[in-house]
Antibody
Framework: QITLKESGPTLVKPTQTLTLTCTFS??????????VGWIRQPPGKALEWFAL???????RYSPSLKSRLTITKDTSKNQVVLTMTNMDPVDTGTYYC???????????WGPGTLVTVSS | EIVMTQSPATLSLSPGEGATLSCRAS??????LAWYQQKPGQAPRLLIY???TRATGFPARFSGSGSGTEFTLTISSLQSEDFAVYYC?????????FGQGTKVEIK
């Protein structure tokens, strides 16, 4: 059974850097084709995919956020870490960690973590 | 970027009625189209992938169809647990993109 869980700060100030960790179980990020990524959802709004890392270190980013993002993996800890720089109030929302495989959609989700950007 | 457009934004129906949700892609995504169900306060769940394959745990009253740019999610007879927001998403090209969602609410 695949499980994922997000952790990180619930409140960040504008201009600060957000660091979120996804800790997962039930699969390995060394298995061919496997990927772990991030999706966010502002309150009352739609879902937005923005970052993903594959088993072979292939990194994918949303073009609109790419300059602010870094995604890394630690296979020994079963973790994926996301950093997003220069946070703004419009970045407020629930951030989800997801599992995927090449040529497949997002088939497992963490419960999400609400991040508020406010001074 | 492929833009996904869902209609209608809201569908007000009674339990037992059928629901038809539409999703249109700004360019062909072949059959690389997924549907997700999201209930209040919960993470989305994968419902349909490959445009028409039901994910584990969802009953046969849910069905998906379409290919290319036009897709449909059909719920044959709404149960109380089906009232939720449904999103379509393409995974044919990067960046992966979602529609804005259709809320299926109780009339």
């Amino acid at each position: 059974q695949i499980t994922l869980k997000e952790s990180g700060p619930t409140l960040v100030k504008p201009t600060q850097t957000l660091t979120l960790t996804c800790t997962f179980s039930g699969f390995s990020l060394t298995t061919s084709g496997v990927g772990v990524g991030w999706i966010r959802q502002p309150p009352g709004k739609a879902l937005e995919w923005f970052a993903l890392i594959y088993w072979d270190d292939d990194e994918r980013y949303s073009p609109s956020l790419k300059s602010r993002l870094t995604i890394t993996k630690d296979t020994s800890k079963n973790q994926v870490v996301l950093t997003m720089t220069n946070m703004d109030p419009v970045d407020t929302g629930t951030y989800y960690c997801i599992h995927t495989q090449e040529f497949y959609p997002f088939d497992a989700w963490g419960p999400g973590t609400l991040v508020t950007v406010s001074s | 970027e492929i833009v996904m457009t869902q209609s209608p934004a809201t569908l007000s129906l009674s339990p037992g009625e059928g629901a038809t949700l539409s999703c249109r892609a700004s360019q062909s995504v072949s059959s690389n189209l997924a549907w997700y169900q999201q209930k209040p306060g919960q993470a989305p769940r994968l419902l349909i992938y490959g445009a028409s394959t039901r994910a584990t745990g969802f009953p046969a009253r849910f069905s998906g169809s379409g290919s290319g740019t036009e897709f449909t999610l059909t719920i044959s007879s709404l149960q109380s647990e089906d009232f939720a927001v449904y999103y379509c998403q393409q995974y044919n090209k990067w960046p992966r993109t979602f529609g804005q969602g259709t809320k299926v609410e109780i009339k």
